[in-house]
């Protein structure tokens, strides 16, 4: 072999070991984007990924990987994630002639009160969550803040605004009417079903058959029998529905002797 063919052989032997490990380092790039998801996604706790038997289990699948640190997981990897979720949401915007934006209020387990925000394209996208700290959830804080959140997005693409039928919204949607002519804003329908139901529930017929079921249901509170949710109108269609597909079961255990028995005492 010539000295110039020595060389050039050298030369293509450097470039594949770059190329080696450019593919390494792809790949442990790809695989730590694709374990952060899963913990997003799950909500597990961060610090999992320094168990020392989540890493005998990642080493066993391809010893030659090491895992991310927690710190990763909660700054670097997280930040290229939301980058990426944000991304892909405008894209999703941008790609659909028209939306609909939806929010909600409610206490989260802190107790802090929180408003959040959806939008479909038909597919669902949560767009935000909003902590509103001390501000009341007056007509004219969610009008504002709804204000934000349109010009966000783009006022050109949303068709519509859809929240709960709260007395609060409504002053909203006043006020937002003025400044959006072109969007409509409506109450949510299921909600309006929701409070329809609840209002038949307290006629006395209805509670004449309602109340003994719940009575029933919660002596075998134990028991795998649904009972009903103050806020979910089918919940109460659930309840009757346990109840009777238990009917037998139920005529049997109050026939039984011991039963009796324990009744009277």
């Given at each position: 072999?010539?000295?110039?063919?020595?060389?050039?052989?050298?030369?293509?032997?450097?470039?594949?070991?770059?190329?080696?490990?450019?593919?390494?380092?792809?790949?442990?790039?790809?695989?730590?984007?694709a374990i952060a998801r899963v913990f997003y996604a799950s909500g597990i706790p961060l610090?999992?990924?320094?168990?020392?038997?989540?890493?005998?289990?990642?080493?066993?699948?391809?010893?030659?990987?090491?895992?991310?640190?927690?710190?990763s997981l909660l700054t670097t990897l997280l930040e290229k994630e939301y980058k990426q979720?944000?991304?892909?949401?405008?894209?999703?915007?941008?790609?659909?002639?028209?939306?609909?934006?939806?929010?909600?209020?409610?206490?989260?387990?802190?107790?802090?009160?929180?408003?959040?925000?959806?939008?479909?394209?038909?597919?669902?996208?949560?767009?935000?969550?909003?902590?509103?700290?001390?501000?009341?959830?007056?007509?004219?804080?969610?009008?504002?803040?709804?204000?934000?959140?349109?010009?966000?997005?783009?006022?050109?693409?949303?068709a519509a605004v859809i929240t709960d039928n709260a007395s609060n919204m409504k002053k909203?949607?006043?006020?937002?009417?003025?400044?959006?002519?072109?969007?409509?804003?409506?109450?949510?329908?299921?909600?309006?079903?929701?409070?329809?139901?609840?209002?038949?529930?307290?006629?006395?017929?209805?509670?004449?058959?309602?109340?003994?079921?719940?009575?029933?249901?919660?002596?075998?509170?134990?028991?795998?029998?649904?009972?009903?949710?103050?806020?979910?109108?089918?919940?109460?269609?659930?309840?009757?529905?346990?109840?009777?597909?238990?009917?037998?079961?139920?005529?049997?255990?109050?026939?039984?002797?011991?039963?009796?028995?324990?009744?009277?005492?």
């Amino acid at each position: 072999m010539t000295h110039k063919e020595q060389e050039s052989f050298d030369i293509n032997d450097d470039n594949t070991d770059d190329n080696t490990e450019d593919n390494v380092s792809n790949e442990k790039e790809e695989i730590d984007t694709a374990i952060a998801r899963v913990f997003y996604a799950s909500g597990i706790p961060l610090a999992t990924i320094e168990n020392p038997f989540v890493i005998q289990a990642l080493h066993k699948i391809n010893p030659e990987y090491h895992p991310s640190s927690r710190k990763s997981l909660l700054t670097t990897l997280l930040e290229k994630e939301y980058k990426q979720v944000s991304a892909d949401m405008k894209k999703q915007i941008k790609n659909s002639n028209y939306i609909c934006l939806t929010s909600n209020g409610w206490t989260n387990i802190h107790q802090q009160p929180i408003i959040n925000f959806m939008i479909t394209t038909p597919q669902p996208i949560f767009w935000k969550a909003l902590e509103s700290k001390e501000n009341s959830h007056t007509g004219e804080y969610i009008a504002e803040q709804f204000d934000i959140v349109i010009k966000e997005i783009s006022i050109s693409k949303i068709a519509a605004v859809i929240t709960d039928n709260a007395s609060n919204m409504k002053k909203a949607y006043s006020i937002l009417q003025k400044d959006y002519p072109n969007i409509i804003f409506l109450g949510c329908f299921a909600h309006n079903i929701n409070l329809l139901i609840k209002s038949v529930i307290e006629l006395a017929l209805i509670k004449e058959t309602i109340t003994p079921v719940q009575e029933i249901i919660k002596f075998f509170k134990r028991h795998h029998i649904e009972n009903a949710l103050i806020t979910r109108w089918s919940s109460h269609y659930i309840c009757l529905q346990s109840f009777l597909a238990s009917k037998k079961a139920l005529q049997n255990v109050v026939f039984e002797e011991c039963f009796m028995i324990d009744l009277q005492s």
